[in-house]
């Protein structure tokens, strides 16, 4: 009886095994596609580390630094831009946003990445220690959010689409929205 029982158990802990061992060895197309999905993983991974390290260029004021993450030919484009900035013309952009705002800062919020391309959310926040437009300074904190899409090549920073809450942004520091008037000479002939 201790016979049977042995040889049953062992008969199935060896079925058990073989199975096991079946189901673990990886076909040649397995192992393509494996590998390829961990080189797009670590890709992915690469960029957003890139995209951080950015933010964190722009929060020390370090331009030089920053610089290094861009391609050449960077282009930067969006909404209401009426010209693409170049990467020269961005940073001339952020230090002119950092000399109304001194302590202004940039915050990922969220961030998702797909290939070469990283989306990402950003809180940009200071408080206006100078005249802005026009628009004298109130010492209060003034918060914008920006969405990013930014696509890679080569590691460096391609091109980048931006969408930012520029009205919510007037608002705080004390704009007002006004409708234009009406121009009395349209449609007359």
């Given at each position: 009886m201790k016979t049977v029982k042995f040889k049953l158990i062992s008969a199935l802990l060896l079925l058990i095994i073989a199975f096991s061992l079946t189901n673990c060895i990886i076909s040649k197309d397995d192992k393509k596609e494996y590998d390829q999905l961990k080189a797009r993983c670590e890709l992915e991974s690469q960029n957003k580390s890139t995209v951080r390290q950015v933010f964190e260029a722009i929060n020390a004021r370090d331009f030089e630094k920053m610089r290094t993450f861009y391609a050449p030919e960077y282009k930067m484009t969006g909404p209401r831009l009426p010209n693409a900035y170049t990467l020269d013309s961005l940073i001339q952009y952020i230090q002119r946003d950092i000399a109304v705002f001194p302590d202004w800062k940039y915050s990922v919020e969220n961030m998702v990445a797909q290939g070469d391309t990283v989306a990402v959310k950003i809180a940009q926040?200071?408080?206006?220690?100078?005249?802005?437009?026009?628009?004298?300074?109130?010492?209060?904190?003034?918060?914008?959010?920006?969405?990013?899409?930014?696509?890679?090549?080569?590691?460096?920073?391609?091109?980048?689409?931006?969408?930012?809450?520029?009205?919510?942004?007037?608002?705080?520091?004390?704009?007002?929205?006004?409708?234009?008037?009406?121009?009395?000479?349209?449609?007359?002939?």
């Amino acid at each position: 009886m201790k016979t049977v029982k042995f040889k049953l158990i062992s008969a199935l802990l060896l079925l058990i095994i073989a199975f096991s061992l079946t189901n673990c060895i990886i076909s040649k197309d397995d192992k393509k596609e494996y590998d390829q999905l961990k080189a797009r993983c670590e890709l992915e991974s690469q960029n957003k580390s890139t995209v951080r390290q950015v933010f964190e260029a722009i929060n020390a004021r370090d331009f030089e630094k920053m610089r290094t993450f861009y391609a050449p030919e960077y282009k930067m484009t969006g909404p209401r831009l009426p010209n693409a900035y170049t990467l020269d013309s961005l940073i001339q952009y952020i230090q002119r946003d950092i000399a109304v705002f001194p302590d202004w800062k940039y915050s990922v919020e969220n961030m998702v990445a797909q290939g070469d391309t990283v989306a990402v959310k950003i809180a940009q926040f200071g408080v206006q220690a100078n005249d802005y437009m026009g628009i004298k300074p109130k010492a209060n904190q003034i918060s914008r959010a920006a969405i990013f899409i930014t696509v890679f090549s080569n590691g460096k920073l391609k091109e980048t689409w931006i969408l930012q809450d520029n009205l919510g942004f007037m608002e705080q520091i004390g704009m007002q929205l006004t409708v234009k008037p009406e121009d009395k000479t349209k449609g007359k002939k």
